[in-house]
């Protein structure tokens, strides 16, 4: 039998875990006809025997996106299901490099089927989907499985396996702006022992902003074949090519001279302060390998390696950071090229299993991982060399930029750890979870241009990242949990400064203690879950103006909050995914005393509330129809800095603070199954075609409006 599809090593939570069944379809099923199964640890499921644990049971707040939603809400890339996420704020300058803040913390714990990656971010692309079964969202520190790390969470993506029965699925979509998609996935078992998937896709579109343009294509094949009774290799590949137009966003309105808050720009939505010639392209390109084998039917070893190379050139025009003014709306133009390359490697080795004590099965994760990345950049910038009107754009004429010429670095990073934990049921509904890692962490940065320089390095040795948690079960269905966890995340001293005492500069260290309480209902299709935790963070940075080579790690920062969610279903055929967050982020202590208590994360807004639910109707006249839609609630949020006051009350620095009010953003879908292999749906995004701003950054730039309406119509075809 095929084993289950490896995935999240999402947190030190349990050793596994079970994903709330929601009706999907066999097209989530690996061969083997095993379900799916959330791993929360380095468990795989029905392949280690016993050792199966409920979600619900899992003492850490997660969220899992899975592909049926994916395509109910036209899910197409990471940024799209994370935007959909509880907890989850998107931002970013650049319009193609999002970045997802979780808990008052930037998210950049990464992991493919459970492998740790340090191959996302930058000059890595947002991932599309279309290799992915689901998506897993920690959130709080994952230090435990993924090493090195904000305490924000971690991602998981999950691949597409080989399925227990031969199927073709295609699909074609259309929708605003041009937008051209179309998918072809198919899969077949190879006689008893063996199982092939490939798919393909391509989608082309306009955006909403003046000239932008996108176009990606993907293709992926993934193999297994069964070794004797109780071994299974895997390999797989990936191709992304992704050309898309980039920008730096809008700026806003500088603040006044006696200290007033600058503000948003009042322009229409298409405005693109870039030029017509913007664009890079990508080409990433993914291969794995995983070897597992059953020692017996309580164990099982893994072992999975993991290649990206990622070769990305950036062509673009964009705005310097100066904001305007209502009446003078000049701003200087920057033109950029950057060639980058990315090789990234990752290996992950463990254990799983079981064992009887104290008359029930308890497990144990034991394992090893490493990953190592190697970065060259090339650029070459033009500073001011045209200029544009925020309110009369006309886009400038492209320079010649040629590899090269003004800096270029290596950069290299290598990370490994050992990994450890056990879940213990010492007495009947109660389990004790603990954990702990040890890290090592290394990096160097070699300046190649203009003038080759010594690597400058960094390291992290030893580092413990414990984690501990307890569930008790008050009744079959409701469990109250506590947990605690923590992270560490490498810095290094600004060029030119030093810790007072000549000591190498310590990393950030976050910590969290969260507790909550889970219930299942509807014989555990549907989870409700709520949670409250509260994250510190230390050893903050902070440039004394008064010393020009003296870095202090003074700062303290906290965030905590409220999140609660219910995911799954109602009732039969009526899915429910959604829930509501409380954030509250402030400085607790810094240098500079305007700071403390003033949010760490402004842009992250205090109340969010996001919520999608569907309704498919299972008999009668009208089987086979479905409706449902969305709705997004964020409180009002700012971005940028407060005035700077001089000692006789006069203005030092001005304002650059832009503040969004509060808004609701409405989605509205229908469908069709015309018959077993045919249906049809269409997605009204932004129903009421609110206007606001869907990131923020500050007066000087980064700032993004939202999407307009849009409406996306989606013909799907199924043969088994």
């Not at 890339?77 to 994370?82: K, P, V, W």
């Not at 309480?517 to 409250?532: E, F, H, I, P, V």
């Not at 940075?541 to 109602?570: C, S, Y």
Request: with cysteine; hydrophobic share 35%; glycine share 12%.
């Amino acid at each position: 039998m095929t084993l289950g599809a490896a995935t999240a090593a999402l947190c030190a939570g349990a050793a596994n875990a079970q994903i709330i069944d929601t009706g999907s379809d066999a097209s989530s099923q690996t061969r083997g006809g095993e379900p799916d199964i959330v791993v929360v640890g380095k468990s795989y499921g029905n392949s280690v025997g016993k050792t199966l644990t409920p979600l619900k049971d899992v003492p850490n707040t997660i969220t899992v996106v899975d592909r049926e939603r994916f395509e109910a809400q036209n899910l197409f890339t990471l940024e799209d299901a994370l935007t959909a996420t509880n907890g989850v704020t998107v931002t970013g300058i650049g319009s193609e490099d999002a970045s997802f803040i979780s808990r008052g913390f930037t998210i950049n714990n990464y992991l493919i089927d459970g492998v740790p990656t340090l191959s996302f971010g930058f000059p890595g692309v947002v991932p599309d989907l279309f290799f992915y079964d689901r998506v897993e969202v920690l959130r709080g520190p994952a230090g435990l499985f993924s090493g090195s790390g904000n305490p924000a969470g971690s991602i998981n993506l999950v691949r597409k396996r080989p399925l227990d029965t031969a199927k073709m699925q295609a699909s074609a979509g259309y929708g605003s702006y041009d937008n051209l998609r179309l998918e072809l996935d198919a899969s077949t078992p190879i006689g008893q022992r063996a199982g092939l998937r490939v798919g393909l896709m391509a989608q082309d579109q306009d955006q909403f902003f003046e000239v932008a343009h996108r176009n990606r294509v993907d293709a992926y094949a993934v193999a297994d074949l069964e070794i004797g009774e109780r071994t299974t290799l895997t390999v797989g590949a990936n191709y992304d090519r992704f050309r898309p137009a980039i920008q730096s966003g809008l700026p806003g309105i500088i603040g006044g001279l006696d200290g007033s808050e600058g503000r948003l720009l009042d322009v229409d939505r298409s405005t693109y302060l870039g030029a017509d010639w913007n664009r890079f392209s990508s080409e990433t390109y993914s291969a794995f390998v995983e070897l597992a084998h059953r020692i017996s039917d309580r164990w099982t070893l893994r072992a999975t390696g993991l290649l990206v190379d990622v070769d990305r050139i950036d062509l673009y025009s964009y705005i310097g950071n100066q904001p305007v003014t209502p009446t003078n709306g000049l701003t200087t133009q920057i033109a950029f090229r950057g060639d980058n390359h990315q090789k990234t490697r990752s290996f992950d080795f463990n254990g799983v299993g079981s064992f009887p004590l104290f008359g029930r099965d308890q497990t144990l994760i034991l394992g090893a991982d490493y990953q190592a990345s190697d970065y060259d950049s090339y650029f070459n910038r033009l500073n001011g060399f045209a200029r544009i009107d925020v309110y009369n754009p006309v886009s400038p004429a492209e320079p010649v930029l040629v590899k090269g010429g003004q800096g270029a670095t290596n950069t290299q990073v290598e990370q490994y750890g050992l990994y450890g934990q056990m879940r213990l049921s010492p007495i009947e509904g109660l389990t004790l979870v603990g954990g702990g890692r040890l890290t090592w962490w290394d990096t160097d940065v070699t300046t190649l241009l203009p003038k080759p320089l010594a690597p400058v390095g960094y390291t992290i040795e030893n580092r413990l990242t414990p984690y501990g948690g307890i569930v008790w079960d008050v009744t079959p269905a409701l469990n109250v949990y506590a947990s605690y966890a923590d992270s560490f995340t490498p810095q290094a001293a600004p060029a030119g400064r030093r810790r007072p005492d000549g000591d190498q500069i310590k990393p950030l260290i976050g910590d969290q203690f969260e507790v909550g309480t889970k219930l299942a209902l509807m014989n555990d299709r549907l989870l409700l879950s709520l949670a409250g935790y509260r994250i510190n963070q230390t050893n903050r940075l902070f440039n004394d103006p008064n010393l020009a080579d003296i870095v202090l790690q003074i700062g303290k920062v906290r965030a905590e909050g409220i999140e609660a969610e219910a995911n799954g279903e109602i009732l039969p055929g009526w899915r429910i995914n959604g829930g509501y967050t409380y954030t509250k982020t402030r400085y607790l202590e810094d240098a500079n005393a305007q700071f403390e208590g003033l949010p760490l994360v402004p842009v992250v807004p205090r109340h969010m509330g996001k919520l999608f639910t569907n309704y498919t109707v299972q008999g009668g006249a009208l089987a086979g129809a479905s409706i449902g839609g969305g709705a997004t609630v964020f409180s009002s949020t700012y971005g940028g800095n407060p005035a700077v006051f001089r000692a006789d009350g006069t203005v030092a620095t001005r304002s650059t603070i832009v503040r969004q009010g509060s808004y609701a953003v409405f989605d509205l879908r229908a469908g069709y199954r015309l018959n077993d292999g045919l249906s049809l749906s269409v997605n009204v995004n932004n129903l009421f075609d609110k206007t606001y701003y869907a990131r923020l950054s500050s007066t000087g730039r980064g700032n993004y409006f939202g999407s307009p309406r849009t409406v996306f119509a989606t013909l799907r075809y199924s043969l088994s």
